[in-house]
Each structure stands twice: as structure tokens, then as C-alpha cells.
T-cell receptor, first 114, second 114 residues
Framework: QKEVEQNSGPLSVPEGAIASLNCTYS??????FFWYRQYSGKSPELIMS????GDKEDGRFTAQLNKASQYVSLLIRDSQPSDSATYLC??????????????FGKGTSLLVTP | SAVISQKPSRDICQRGTSLTIQCQVD?????MFWYRQQPGQSLTLIAT?????????ESGFVIDKFPISRPNLTFSTLTVSNMSPEDSSIYLC???????????FGPGTRLTVT
């Protein structure tokens, strides 16, 4: 069973703070990792992808990957109320094990308070 | 990223009927996928829509219930057949465009079965 685990939250942070979202996965064969943001009533929007151990930064977002610990995280700096959404962690196993199926966690609800 | 549209955006259907959902992309894409997001849940892959051949279904999903067509590289349909209230979900198509394994989602179709 391929598991992608996230704390459901809600995670509440004050405006301007750093929000830290965490994700663990069970399958060591996982090779690609993605963070999606989903506003209520909307479809998921890709924020970050990360494929190698270490940090990847894009604006206020930093993705961190540690394959040895099977752990991926997303940091949001200078959090804004508009960042309030559900953040989905998704993990991809490359063929031939699973085709291109993205395995999603259940998401963490983030609330940024003014 | 590609512009993805879905029709209809929402529908209310009676049990026992079928609904066909369309997914249109503004550029040719190799990979198209269909996902389901049940209320309060994360996304689950239904199938990969293959151009020119039968779709590849994930465990728990069968062609008789969810027939899929992919006549060309910009269009796909998903039919939800013989619907029951348990089929009430958001149905999303996604595409992989860049070769970087990143998937982008359409706006979704919200289906309610009464």
C-alpha cells in the first residue's frame, strides 16, 4: 500500500510568519514530489515540484526533500491571508511500477490570520 | 502550462443515468488523466487516457463504469455510467505537458447524483 501522509490541520499561522507543511511517504521507489494548492471549490494548482534531495526555492515557497527519511516539506515565507487553502502533497512512482499515477495525501488546511 | 477546460462544470443527475464529461486542452499533450475527488477527500486516479488505445484503469475502477475516449491529443471524455449517489464527486482531468512529469488540472466537474 503506497501511503502519503499529511497532517490534516488546520494549521493556523499569523500573517507574515513562516508556514511549514509536512508530508511523509511510504514507498522508497518514489522519485518525484509535488505540492499543490487547492482553494475551496477549486481544482488543485501546482506550486512546486522537487526531484532531488535538498531545498528548492521559488519566490516565497521552498520545498525540501529528504529521500532517506522519506520526507518532503513546503515552507511558505511571509504568509498572507491569500495563502489560506488546502495544500496537497503528491508523490509519483515512475514506470513500470505505477505508470504516471500521482498518489495524493489528504492535504493540510492552512489558515493565515491577519 | 496548457489551458484546460471541462464541460459541464457541474450537473445534477438521477441515479441510473449516465453523464459524459469532456476535457479539452489548447495544445497537444501526450498524457491525459482522469481523477475523482470525493467530498472531503483527496484525489484518486481513475485512469490514464491513451490516445489511440484503451485507457489504463487503476485498481477499483473498471471500463464498464467509467468508459474513456481519447480520439486525439487535445481531447478526452469520461463517462460515469449507471450512476448512484456514491458517484457524487468532483471529476478532474489533468495533463502532463512538459516532460517534467508535472500534471496540471482542469477546473473540474462537480457531479451530484440524486
Amino acid at each position: 500500500q503506497k501511503e502519503v501522509e499529511q497532517n490534516s490541520g488546520p494549521l493556523s499561522v499569523p500573517e507574515g510568519a513562516i508556514a511549514s507543511l509536512n508530508c511523509t511517504y511510504s514507498d522508497r521507489g518514489s522519485q518525484s514530489f509535488f505540492w499543490y494548492r487547492q482553494y475551496s471549490g477549486k481544482s488543485p494548482e501546482l506550486i512546486m515540484s522537487i526531484y532531488s534531495n535538498g531545498d528548492k526555492e521559488d519566490g516565497r515557497f521552498t520545498a525540501q526533500l529528504n529521500k532517506a527519511s522519506q520526507y518532503v516539506s513546503l515552507l511558505i515565507r511571509d504568509s498572507q491571508p491569500s495563502d489560506s487553502a488546502t495544500y496537497l502533497c503528491a508523490v509519483l512512482l515512475l514506470p513500470p511500477n505505477s505508470g504516471y499515477a500521482l498518489n495524493f495525501g489528504k492535504g493540510t488546511s492552512l489558515l493565515v490570520t491577519p | 502550462s496548457a489551458v484546460i477546460s471541462q464541460k459541464p462544470s457541474r450537473d445534477i443527475c438521477q441515479r441510473g443515468t449516465s453523464l459524459t464529461i469532456q476535457c479539452q486542452v489548447d495544445s497537444q499533450v501526450t498524457m491525459m488523466f482522469w481523477y475523482r475527488q470525493q467530498p472531503g477527500q483527496s484525489l484518486t486516479l481513475i485512469a490514464t487516457a491513451n490516445q489511440g488505445s484503451e485507457a489504463t484503469y487503476e485498481s477499483g475502477f473498471v471500463i464498464d463504469k467509467f468508459p474513456i475516449s481519447r480520439p486525439n491529443l487535445t481531447f478526452s471524455t469520461l463517462t460515469v455510467s449507471n450512476m448512484s449517489p456514491e458517484d457524487s464527486s468532483i471529476y478532474l482531468c489533468s495533463v502532463e505537458t512538459s516532460g517534467a512529469l508535472e500534471q496540471y488540472f482542469g477546473p473540474g466537474t462537480r457531479l451530484t447524483v440524486t
